[in-house]
Nanobody, 124 residues
Framework: VQLQASGGGLVQAGGSLRLSCAAS????????MGWYRQAPGKERDFVAA????????YYANSVKGRFTISRDNSKTTVYLQMNSLKPEDTAVYYC??????????????????WGQGTQVTVSS
């Protein structure tokens, strides 16, 4: 499975961005997908996850109510709509995919596949 993230950029506080993550390869083996982010000098933190059914989602408390994870009907692309952005949302955002048999919305170590990351910068 290959993951290609895109959509990052520079935005003012209060603005919005939409990230995309396109999956290719053996996508039938994907159980769920998620987004993580890593700010300079900090650990990689969980942001959101979506089950392959599209019916279950999970969010970090820090983004709940502001970010929305979704996927297209073909299940090949996952989106992260980010609204009401704050300077503390500045980070490199990574999409990731977990295989069948992985615990639902597991930790970073449960994700088998990772994209290359896309930079999101929120100015105050």
């Amino acid at each position: 499975v290959q993951l290609q993230a895109s959509g990052g950029g520079l935005v003012q506080a209060g603005g919005s961005l939409r990230l995309s993550c396109a999956a290719s390869g053996s996508i039938v083996s994907i159980y769920y997908m998620g987004w993580y982010r890593q700010a300079p000098g900090k650990e990689r933190d969980f942001v959101a996850a979506i089950h392959r059914s599209g019916g279950d989602t999970y969010y970090a408390n820090s983004v709940k109510g502001r970010f929305t994870i979704s996927r297209d009907n073909s299940k090949t692309t996952v989106y992260l709509q980010m609204n009401s952005l704050k300077p503390e949302d500045t980070a490199v955002y990574y999409c990731a995919a977990a295989r069948d048999g992985t615990p639902w919305y597991g930790t970073a170590g449960d994700y088998a596949y990772w994209g290359q990351g896309t930079q999101v910068t929120v100015s105050s």
